[in-house]
């Protein structure tokens, strides 16, 4: 599931770089970085980073070709909004592959299949789930965070193939770890500092505006 150390054809490694240097330009110029000046959030999402470079540190190994470790992706995305997300997760890729001494070529296919698509779907299922509920906090809890956590390991594992076939009990495993953290994590954010959650307003999902 992790290709950072995979030695990928260079029509892949180039292709990835063409789709992830204008993604991430974009999401850099569309972020909400008036937050920023705030001493709270700052640290908030820098410690989320920090913890997210910690959490891909710890991986698992099965075989030559195949290590996996939870993402984080819906989390960050659910916490600090989609664009913001994927700047973080961009300086999570670059810090791990230098701690990791990964092949520096493979770093935009790592972000676009690891950090990307996975927040892409959290964000997309919780905009998903605002449609068609009515707001209330523990649809946003178990819809938002719990199961938007556990989709986005299926989303990473669609993107690269290698996690099918026998190795698909590995994506379960993960996606229950994946869904369980996130949501954690989350509801504990949401119920002491909603504030540092972009995605969750105390007027809709609380007072149900």
């Known amino acids: 599931m992790d290709v950072a150390d995979l030695p990928l054809p260079f029509a892949w490694t180039l292709a990835g770089w063409i789709v992830a240097a204008p993604l991430l330009a974009w999401m850099a110029v569309r972020g909400d970085w008036s937050r920023c000046r705030e001493s709270g959030p700052t640290n908030a999402f820098l410690g989320a980073v920090f913890a997210l470079v910690v959490l891909w540190s710890v991986r698992g190994q099965v075989g030559p070709d195949f290590a ?8 960050l995305a659910l916490a600090a909004g ?3 997300a994927l700047v973080g ?11 990791r001494d990964a092949p520096p070529a493979n770093a935009a296919l790592v972000w676009l299949t690891m950090f990307a698509l996975p927040a ?10 605002e449609r068609l509920f009515p707001p209330n906090f523990f649809i946003y809890v178990f819809a938002g965070c719990f199961l938007g956590g556990a ?11 290698l996690v099918f076939g026998e190795r698909a009990p590995f994506l379960l495993y ?8 996130t949501g954690m994590i989350l509801t504990l954010l949401v119920v002491y500092r909603p504030e540092w959650v972009a995605t969750f307003d105390d007027r809709r999902y609380l007072a149900g505006r």
């Open 174 to 181: 993960l996606a229950f770890g994946e869904g369980t953290l």
């Open 68 to 75: 996996f470790h939870l993402l984080g992706s819906a989390g």
């Open 89 to 99: 997760g961009a300086l999570v890729v670059a810090v791990t592959t230098l701690i």
């Open 151 to 161: 989709l986005t390991v299926f989303g990473a594992g669609r993107a690269f193939e």
């Open 82 to 84: 989609l664009p913001r």
């Open 120 to 129: 892409a779907v959290a964000r997309g299922l919780l905009a998903g789930t």
